[in-house]
Nanobody, 114 residues
Framework: QVQLVESGGGLVQPGGSLRLSCAAS????????MAWYRQAPGKQRERVAA???????DYADSVKGRFSISRDNVKNTVYLQMNKLRPEDTAVYYC????????WGQGTQVTVSS
């Protein structure tokens, strides 16, 4: 059974940084284009970053220049480095295959507040 486990969230002040991790079991992430998504209260889930098998990255305009997605195929893990965080980045963050085809994990809460 495929399981994705996100971690690394927390409470951070505006301008701060966090690094999220997405570990997988039951599948090999290196064969997929992977993505990070977020869902804020009362809003639709949105994709914020993606990384192809070859390492090409893509970002939503709202996070471009502040977030960085990467992958470690040996550890079967995908990361999201988030810098210069803003209150509007507050959301539950999830990882999944770019089409959302894998089982969704529980996500990790990111709260940006002073």
């Amino acid at each position: 059974q495929v399981q994705l486990v996100e971690s690394g969230g927390g409470l951070v002040q505006p301008g701060g940084s966090l690094r999220l991790s997405c570990a997988a079991s039951g599948t090999i992430l290196s064969i997929y284009t992977m993505a990070w998504y977020r869902q804020a209260p009362g809003k639709q889930r949105e994709r914020v970053a993606a990384i192809t098998v070859g390492g090409v990255t893509d970002y939503a305009d709202s996070v471009k220049g502040r977030f960085s997605i990467s992958r470690d195929n040996v550890k079967n893990t995908v990361y999201l480095q988030m810098n210069k965080l803003r209150p509007e980045d507050t959301a539950v963050y999830y990882c999944n295959q770019a089409a959302g085809a894998l089982n969704w994990g529980q996500g990790t809460q990111v709260t940006v507040s002073s």
